[in-house]
């Protein structure tokens, strides 16, 4: 069973950034793929931003692209996500999530899923 453990969150103000930072216990890593998804209160979690832990091929939400960069460190089993020029609608718990295999875009096909961490972003 892999757990994975969301941090950085937090509450900074419209225009700063955060980096949030996920770290899977499984040591096996380079055929996975994992993402980032957010849930704002009322609304349906979506989609932010996704990476090959194999070949590193990234895909962004419309609302991350320019704004949002996903990398990841192998070595350390760490998935990060840098956010800049936050803006309040960024305001959700952000989940990270792992699956085996190809990356993808759609929530339900990941396998795992961290506890989230919180973003506010203050106007």
């Known amino acids: 069973q892999v757990q994975l453990v969301e941090s950085g969150g937090g509450l900074v103000q419209a225009g700063d950034s955060l980096r949030l930072s996920c770290k899977a216990s499984?040591?096996?890593?380079?055929?996975?793929?994992m993402g980032w998804f957010r849930q704002a209160p009322g609304k349906e979690r979506e989609f932010v931003s996704s990476?090959?832990?194999?070949?590193?091929?990234?895909y962004y939400s419309n609302s991350a692209k320019g704004r949002f960069t996903i990398s990841r460190d192998n070595a350390k089993n760490t998935m990060y996500l840098q956010m800049n020029n936050l803006k309040p609608e960024d305001t959700a718990v952000y989940y990270c999530?792992?699956?085996?295999?190809?990356?993808?875009?759609?929530?339900?096909?990941?396998?795992?899923w961290g506890q989230g961490t919180q973003v506010t972003i203050s106007s």
């Open positions: 499984e040591h096996t890593f380079t055929h996975w793929a």
């Open positions: 990476i090959s832990m194999n070949n590193g091929e990234t």
């Open positions: 999530a792992l699956k085996y295999g190809w990356v993808v875009t759609t929530a339900p096909e990941y396998d795992y």
